[in-house]
């Protein structure tokens, strides 16, 4: 299952996510994945969601706020996290990929790209290529060799979480920024 995940805006290429969708059906020999856009809309909707039905792929639309409680269940179910963003700096669903050791593929602006450079974490697209992210989507969930890439990107995954990301370490750091005062 390919997951987009968080609020549901422009500037985060959905209409990019839906037209990269066409290839995953197209190019799969076996079961084409499921998709899932999940999270509470910030925008009109009713366009994406015509294209989406016209695609031969299951895509399964949870349009409302999403319970904390609820995000482990929808995140584990996920072997695919995606990020098509047109635009941005940072995004809290790229964290939480990183808690939740997910494979991604993620548009290369701001920190986001900066991050999956850095690490490793994720396949990078250039913002707005539907072409470019549908053809990673398809080798991380139709092509030989699918379940080893995505595991590999899990694992870095999970290795920027429990290191530079880790929360002991976020704390770490901002201690060295902040001194306390001298008494």
């Known amino acids: 299952m390919i997951l987009f995940f968080g609020l549901l805006r422009p500037y985060k290429g959905l209409d990019i996510l839906i037209r990269a969708a066409e290839q995953l059906a197209a190019g799969s020999s076996e ?3 499921e998709l899932w856009i ?15 039905s016209k695609l031969p792929l299951e895509v399964r639309w949870l349009t409302r706020f999403i319970e904390d409680p609820e995000i482990p269940a929808i ?8 990020l098509p963003y047109l635009d941005g700096e940072q995004s809290g669903v790229l964290y939480t990929g990183l808690a939740f050791g997910k494979a991604m593929v993620v548009s290369d602006v701001g920190g986001i790209g900066e991050v999956a450079r850095e690490h490793g974490i994720a396949r990078l697209v250039a913002p707005g290529d539907a072409d470019a992210l549908g053809r990673e ?8 060799g699918a379940a080893a890439a995505r595991e590999a990107l899990a694992a870095r995954s999970r290795a920027a979480a429990d290191g530079p990301f880790a929360w002991d370490e976020i704390a770490r750091q901002t201690c060295l920024f902040y001194p306390s005062p001298s008494p």
């Not at 995140?75 to 995606?82: K, T």
């Not at 989507?137 to 030989?144: A, K, R, V």
């Open 137 to 144: 989507l398809s080798e991380l969930t139709c092509g030989d």
């Open 75 to 82: 995140m584990r179910r996920a072997d695919v996290l995606v």
């Open 31 to 33: 079961m084409a994945p």
């Open 38 to 52: 999940v999270g509470n809309p910030r925008m009109n909707v009713d366009d994406l969601k015509a294209a989406a």
